[in-house]
Every structure is written in structure tokens, then in C-alpha cells.
């Protein structure tokens, strides 16, 4: 990455920036490849932008256009020749020497699209496939980083996109009240929050029924978890203490949202430095997870 090593202290400073978990984790990796994951996410984020804060911005034509825009880009750059600026050549470089995705990094564009177009969750199914489009496809997109050319396997693929649905699942239920009151969305899918009598357009407060329905999406993700981090012994080893402590990093929040007393409408959950730096550790996720919810029915 020698052409961009001018660009390099403010593409990391960006990353860290905007992503504490993630970059912290991304310390753990092989020096040679932080960069190019701090450029993938230099991808991811400016994708999520065009739904984000064009959108909410400027509107819906200004989003589709912005969007149509990034996909002949992101054309160009698969086919060597990518546009000037800070993002298309290095990625053209990174995807030259790793041979990223391409389905997957399209796949993104798909999720922004989602949102652009005002689709709605209406069950966990929706869930799901939401969670897919804008964070499993991002597990698919490291893998190149984290395993020998002949392991990239499609066998591999669902384990890496189960930690990237788990982590999506977890930044949603981190982001509801932010989502709802800012961006005007809400993820949280529309046949739970019926059955549990939940009208989260109004909800002020966590009630016993919203708490409850939280738990369930928990564990929805917990499964998803524990599905990725079956596989990660078969990334290469040097990868692995890295990608175990991104999950172990990220699936903590769920526990933050249950020490708030599960108040994701007024305040966003937050996993301390020095309880990440546990976690690389020593992994005892399930035991406060218990401790928290017997606390919470005392």
C-alpha cells in the first residue's frame, strides 16, 4: 500500500474514529492486513452513508441517484480502472492482491437500497435477510483476509456471515431509539412488537413486555454468535484471537442494553475499553448475562 502511505494515518484515524470495536479488534490482526480492513470498512461506511445522512438529507432521488452513482464506481474499480479519490484506488488495490468478493461487496449496495426505499421488517425472516444485506455480507468480505487462498471455501462463508448477522442484530437493538428518532426506521420486527402489544412509535420508557422481546432478539443473535465462532478455528491461527475478540467485543452490548435496564430509546449501550481488553481474555459473556437478567427480576 505504499502509493497511499501519506493517506494512511487519517484512514486509520477515520476508522478508529467511527468504529471503536472494530478498529481495537483490528489491532490484534497481522500488521499487513489492517489496512486493507480499515479500507473495506472505508467501503462499508461510505455505502451506509448514502442511506444515513444523504438520505435523510437530500431524499430519496438524491439517495437512488448517489447510489447508482457508487455501483458504477465500485464496477470500475472490480475492473482495474477506478475512479480518482480517497476510497476506489486503494480498494482496487486491496481487491487486486486479496481478490475480494464481488458479490458481496455489491451485496451492500442492496442494503442501502433497502433502506432507501423505505422497506419494512415485518418478521424475523425480514430480520434476517435486512441483517445479511449490511452486515453478513461484511463477515464474506474478510474472509480473504483471514484465511489461506485454497480454504476460501462457500463452507466457510456461513459461519463468517453468521458473526456479520449476529453483529447487525446487535447494532440494531444498540440503535433503537437513535433509529427511530433520527432516522425514522424501525428494525425491530413488526409481528413481535404486535404480539408483545408493543407500539414503539410512542414507547418513552422499557416496559416488562419490551424487555422481554429484547431477550428473544438476543437470543436470536447469541445463536448466530455461537454458530460463527464454531468455525473460527478454521481461519489461520495468527486471525484467530483477533476475530474471536471482535465478537466477544461486539455481543458484549447486549449485555450493556441489560444493565441499562434494557433503555435502548434514550441511551446508547457502550462496552468499556477495559471490559473489551477482558474480553480478549477471558470469555465470561454468559456469566454476566445471568448475573444481569437475575438482577433484573429481583
Known sequence: MDAFLLDDRALWDDFRAHSRTFSLATRLLPRDVQ????????????????????????????????????????????NGQPPEGPLWPRLARVHARFGLPEDALRQLMEGARWDIEGCTTETDADLIRYSDLVGGCVGAMMLPFLTAPDARTAALDVPARDLGIGMQIVNILRDVGEDRDVLGRIYLPADRLRAAGVDLATLGTPTPAYAALLEDLMALAEARFVAGLAAVDRLLPIVQPAIRAAARMYREILNEIRAHGYDNLRRRAVVSTGRKITLTVRDDYAERRDALRLALVR
Open 35 to 78: 489496512l486493507p480492513v480499515a479500507t473495506l470498512y472505508l467501503y462499508c461506511r461510505s455505502v451506509d452513508s448514502v442511506a444515513d445522512v444523504l438520505l435523510p438529507k437530500h431524499g430519496r432521488e438524491a439517495a437512488r441517484h448517489a447510489l447508482d452513482a457508487m455501483e458504477q464506481s465500485l464496477v470500475a474499480t472490480l
